[in-house]
């Protein structure tokens, strides 16, 4: 090019791009080594000993001495850590000592089910908690503000497993409006072929309505009721982050330009608030992913809190480790999603490299 | 001279923990189609007593007067839709620093348009060709990159420019501008006020300039109102700046440093509480 900028060295916009992208992938591996790293140190400083959990206590020492060196027990510990490496590369967590099946199919069994019960909890919990946050800020002080204080702290305060037996007990066992708990019922278990494993997902792409129906009436319930907690902590959020921007000197300008006070509101002030809203609604979600341990027992959910909570009582670890070590990839890959987001939502973001 | 403002006994409280605290106290004045400053440090009501009169007063505060009347439209009791059709279309104001007073997350053309909008009903067309031609009335040398530039990516004098340009585009007939430049580079201060200057003359509006700088506002105004807590203490014709009579403005005007004849130690300025009775 023949027409040269100063560019503080920075190089063209290419190179700027793709090292951006280097530099991110390189702290997604560095944070995925850490996290294998720990995962790896909790399995072996944990008082529990994988060579009885294989052979039993009634063993003879021959045989436990056999299964330690198949193990590999006997090496050094980053020996074991580098096998465990290599294992985990080629997508081998090892077997559950209690379902004997890998690892990897044991998840691809029960994480649909939190996918699923999470993501629509999520929804929830953002649709109705962005606009109650809005409202509040808007109304501060004024009853429909203390109507979503109050919402939200029985949100907080109530404990989860109370407040679905309670609808349980009200929605399904009383009402009927609702199915009772578990995914699906039984009759309708074999009319959809799984796919994605997310069964409203399946459903609905095999244009089996009866079917969708009686999923999203199991759903519904536990959805709510997830959705209602993650609604009170988004709520909370939004109705700070829009007192925050509805006192900024934007705000005021856009009034003496004549814009309607809607417009101020939903278009100048959510906008701004959206930007750490992004994290909040993320971080809402990961939570959820990990599988709630008390709704999934009382609607008898077959997720993955059940599945960590089952396999920990039961000192499976090679299934706590797999367990761990999806939840950490979910949170490193929704912090870049939000990270991602933020650059889309904010201008200022956008320009530093 | 028409008549375009006429403010009297405009009073503006804001309940505190130790009761009411009325921080303007009383103010009138008659605007026409001229150049008023109001001056005063900081504390004196001059800024509350601008958003008063565009209804813009922050709650809790609540703006009280005998009489607040714009072109023969009684404020005090004008509903939401009244002011919304009055703010913008005829009645704005420039704030102090375009880096608070602009929405970090639109683009300047967009903040320009949405005037124009909401302002007066056009083609988006027409809406455009006008703000672009606002732009390059503030003197912006390339107002379609400005259009497209986010406020973070403007210096603040290019700012405060687009600023104007947004209160301007729709051609009000009064403007208020509060400390418009004091955010600002001296070297670019200069500039910008040159600029409002000229735009608010060619349009023959209203403008109310607010400053804690006499020297300035004296300069750039037909008439200076001095506030000091809450009240205006003196109102003068600003070619008339020297025979002020009140102690406080005279303070002013004497702690201020000569370039010849030094005045060592400078005065500083008196403050009597019998003028804040």
């Not at chain 1, 056999?66 to 294992?87: A, H, M, N, S």
């Not at chain 2, 006499?214 to 109102?235: I, K, N, P, Q, T």
Request: proline share 5%.
């Amino acid at each position: 090019m023949s027409d040269s900028t100063i560019d503080g060295g920075r190089g063209s916009a290419l190179l700027r791009l793709l090292w951006k992208a280097a530099k991110l992938l390189a702290t997604v591996a560095l944070t995925f080594l850490g996290l294998l790293i720990v995962t790896f140190l909790i399995g072996r400083v944990v008082p529990v000993d994988p060579v009885l959990a294989v052979i039993g206590d009634r063993a003879p020492k021959s045989v436990y001495d056999r299964v330690f060196v198949e193990l590999g027990l006997d090496r050094p510990l980053y020996e074991q850590f580098w096998i465990y490496l290599q294992k985990v590369f080629s997508g081998d967590f090892g077997e559950s000592f209690l379902t004997k099946r890998p690892i990897t199919e044991d998840i691809a069994r029960v994480f649909p089910a939190t996918l699923e019960l999470a993501t629509v909890a999520i929804l929830i919990g953002t649709v109705l908690g962005i606009p109650m946050g809005v409202w509040a800020a808007v109304r501060q002080g004024r009853l429909a503000d203390q109507v979503v204080r109050v919402l939200g702290l029985v949100g907080y305060s109530a404990p989860i497993f109370w407040l679905g037996l309670l609808g349980l007990l009200v929605f399904y066992a009383r009402l009927n409006w609702v199915a009772g708990p578990g995914r699906i019922d039984i009759a309708y278990e074999y009319a959809i072929t799984p796919k994605t494993g997310l069964l409203l997902l399946d459903s609905a792409m095999q244009g089996q309505w009866d079917a969708f129906r009686n999923v999203f009436s199991h759903i519904i319930l536990p959805a709510a009721l997830l959705g209602y907690f993650s609604m009170a902590y988004i709520s909370r959020m939004t109705r700070s982050f829009m007192l925050n921007e509805l006192a900024q000197e934007y705000v005021t300008t856009a009034r003496v330009k004549g814009v309607p006070e809607w417009r101020i509101i939903w278009v100048h002030a959510l906008r701004n608030a959206a930007v750490p809203l992004v994290t909040v609604v993320a971080l809402s979600y990961a939570n959820l992913l990990e599988g709630s341990v008390l709704t999934e027992t009382v609607f008898a959910w077959p997720g993955l809190g059940q599945y960590i909570t089952n396999s920990l009582q039961n000192a499976d670890m090679n299934a706590v480790l797999g367990g761990t070590l999806l939840i950490g990839a979910i949170f490193v890959g929704l912090n870049l999603l939000s990270d991602l987001l933020y650059t889309l939502l904010d201008p200022r973001v956008r320009r530093q490299a | 001279m028409t008549t375009l403002l006429t403010v009297e006994d405009l009073r503006v409280t804001f309940p505190t923990r130790q009761g009411p605290s009325e921080v303007v106290r009383g103010v009138g004045f008659t605007l026409g189609r001229e150049r008023l400053g109001i001056v005063g440090e900081s504390g004196s009501g001059k800024s509350q007593t601008g958003r008063a009169i565009l209804g813009l007063t922050p709650p809790p505060g609540k703006a009280t007067a005998k009489v607040l009347d714009f072109d023969g439209i009684d404020l005090r009791a004008a509903s939401a839709a009244t002011w919304r059709r009055l703010r913008g279309a005829r009645m704005s104001m420039v704030m102090q620093d375009p880096k608070f007073s602009l929405n970090p997350v639109m683009t300047i053309g967009k903040q320009l348009m949405e005037a124009l909008k909401f302002g007066a009903g056009e083609t988006r067309a027409q809406a455009r060709a006008r703000a672009l031609a606002m732009l390059e009335a503030v003197q912006i040398r390339d107002p379609e990159r400005v259009f497209r530039a986010y406020p973070h990516e403007l210096s603040g004098g290019m700012g405060q420019r687009a600023m104007i340009a947004m209160m301007l585009v729709t051609e009000p007939d009064l403007l208020i501008a509060d400390e418009p430049t004091s955010a600002l580079d001296v070297t670019v201060q200069v500039e910008v006020l040159r600029i409002l200057d000229r735009l608010v003359r060619e349009r023959g509006m209203g403008l109310i300039f607010i400053s804690h700088d006499l020297r300035l506002v004296s300069s750039f105004c037909d008439r200076v109102l001095v506030m000091y807590a809450g009240r205006v203490v003196e109102e003068l014709k600003a070619a008339d700046l020297g025979k002020a009579q009140h102690p406080y403005t005279r303070g002013l005007m004497n702690c201020l440093p000569k370039i010849e004849g030094g005045v060592r130690p400078l005065p500083t300025l008196e403050r009597d509480a019998a003028w804040a009775r």
